[in-house]
């Protein structure tokens, strides 16, 4: 049986993170009242004439630089020709024959893999290429209903980057690991805040396959309605298997496009490509080409530390393993509130464990954002160094937890309120120690004779005995010491 291989290339647009739209001032804003924020630019009226959004300039430049990406001295608009109801001027602002950026590359790391596949990653440290970034005004959106379409314009004019990936990709897993990454630089940069839900970050899949072992690609085919970055995985984990068996079937492939169905779980056929769009590309008249040079010098003072780099630098800097810091440094909200707890830390260590365990836990069944997180950073780090000094001890430290979470309160006046402090004096211990041993001949027997586990049983017995407030580590050395 003939073995094949998949080849998959994306096409992704990202919204800017701009206050205003690409060539007019009215404002870009998730969820408005339907053509609220519109004007003549937007609309595509006749003699409305545009003007260029120079923060949408320097976010495509910083986009450019994050990803490694070669930028011209120049670059300039173009007019792409089509009608349709969507655009209603018959052309849409892009670029053409001169993009903003050429080439550069999505660097794949292994946490941006989906958890179950992270063990098994074909190509390690895999890099893929890219064709171009150019910038553009994204389109109005039509709403179907029963009887009618409605348009809404307030997405017409936001400035929208096209990112061409080369057919690097070989499986959906990989698809996934490109578009986490993409989607993490856009919100490291602030370039985006590509949230796929929201339609800021869209995705058009490419996918074909061939025979092993030979060279030319087999024929494309698109994939599209994807609302997720699980969902482009699911899509392709369909679409790739039933393109083999219909060649292994004797059948051809057209070069379809195909809609997605996630609750379906399949792709089925929406047209098959019609003869090659003729654009009729030409320079837009209205807009002078752009220098990039001060655009560039803008991006470069703005280039945030890499995710990678953060990555390394929480290993080094606060001794946390290369694991955790991959997850701390994969979501810049969780990185910047591990950084501000961490700073003041006695052990740094100590601190990330708490977010990535209890806090992380704590946020996820009470639904909320880490920016929202009722326990503050610096509250975090309290908590942490109270039970690192041995001031109370970790279950106490749980209890404390929940309730600053619950209240918003402070660790230290939790601790007050609930009488919780550890007790670490030696003497208060002792005297639990010898009541323990008292108390218990046949497990003071068995330790003396051997069986030197049966300290743990006493030890079980002691935190019993002080309500849980004994410090465990202290309790363990003076039973021991007694039972020699
Ligand atoms: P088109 O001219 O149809 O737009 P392009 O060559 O510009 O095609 O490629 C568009 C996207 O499709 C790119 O992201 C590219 O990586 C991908 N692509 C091109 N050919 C293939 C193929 N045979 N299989 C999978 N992906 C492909
Ligand atoms: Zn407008
Ligand atoms: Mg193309």
Redesign the pocket.
């Known amino acids: 049986m003939t073995e094949y291989i998949a080849?998959?290339?994306?096409?992704v647009h990202v919204q800017l993170k701009t206050r205003s739209k690409m060539f007019c001032s009215c404002a870009v804003e998730f969820g408005a009242g339907p053509n609220t924020n519109v004007c003549p630019v937007c609309l595509g009226l006749p003699g409305a004439l545009p003007v260029m959004n120079e923060e949408a300039l320097r976010l495509t430049a910083l986009a450019g630089l994050m990803l490694g990406c070669e930028i011209g001295p120049v670059c300039k608009f173009d007019r792409k020709n089509y009608f349709y109801p969507d655009m209603p001027k018959n052309y849409q602002i892009s670029q053409y024959d001169v993009p903003f950026c050429l080439g550069g590359a999505v660097p794949l790391h292994d946490l941006a893999y989906p958890k179950d596949a992270q063990k098994t990653i074909a190509t390690k440290d895999k890099k893929v290429r890219l064709?171009r970034i150019h910038l553009e005004e994204d389109v109005a959106k039509s709403f179907h209903m029963e009887t009618a379409t409605g348009i809404d314009f307030n997405r017409a004019g936001t400035p929208l980057l096209e990112i061409?990936?080369?057919?690097?990709i070989a499986s959906p897993e990989e698809a996934f690991a490109y578009l986490t990454v993409l989607q993490q630089l856009m919100i490291y940069g602030g370039i985006s805040d590509a949230d796929m839900e929201k339609g800021q970050l869209r995705c058009?899949v490419?996918?074909?396959v061939r025979p092993v072992g030979t060279e030319k690609?087999?024929?494309?085919i698109?994939l599209k309605n994807l609302n997720s970055i699980s969902g482009v995985r699911r899509a392709l984990a369909y679409d790739i298997p039933r393109q083999i068996e219909v060649l292994r079937g004797g059948g051809i492939l057209d070069q379809e496009t195909r809609r997605w169905d996630d609750a379906r779980g399949e792709t089925t056929l929406m047209r098959i490509k019609e003869s090659?769009h003729d654009y009729r590309y030409f320079p837009d008249p209205d807009l002078l080409p752009v220098r990039t040079e001060a655009l560039v010098a803008a991006a470069k003072a703005r280039q945030p530390e890499l995710p990678w780099d953060k990555r390394a630098r929480f290993v080094s800097d606060f001794g946390v393993s290369e694991y955790d810091a991959s997850v701390l440094a994969s979501d810049l909200d969780l990185a910047s509130y591990f950084e501000t707890a961490a700073k003041g830390a006695k052990k740094p260590k100590n601190v990330a464990n708490w977010i990535l365990n209890d806090l992380q836990s704590a946020i996820a069944s009470a639904s909320v954002s880490i920016r929202d997180c009722p326990v503050r950073p610096e509250g975090l780090d309290e908590l942490v160094n109270l039970i690192d000094s041995g001031t109370i001890n970790s279950r106490q430290g749980k209890e404390v937890f929940v309730e600053m979470f619950a209240t918003g309160k402070n660790a230290a006046v939790i601790v007050e309120e609930k009488g919780l402090k550890q007790e670490s004096d030696s003497g208060a211990i002792e005297a639990l120690a010898d009541e323990v041993i008292a108390a218990n001949p046949g497990p003071v027997a068995d330790y003396k004779s051997g069986k030197t586990s049966a300290v743990n049983f006493l030890k079980g017995q002691l935190m019993k005995l002080s309500k849980g407030k004994a410090n465990p580590a202290m309790a363990g050395e003076i039973l021991e010491k007694k039972l020699q």
């Open positions: 080849t998959i290339g994306l096409e064709v061409v990936g080369e057919p690097d058009d490419n996918v074909s690609f087999g024929t494309k698109e090659a």
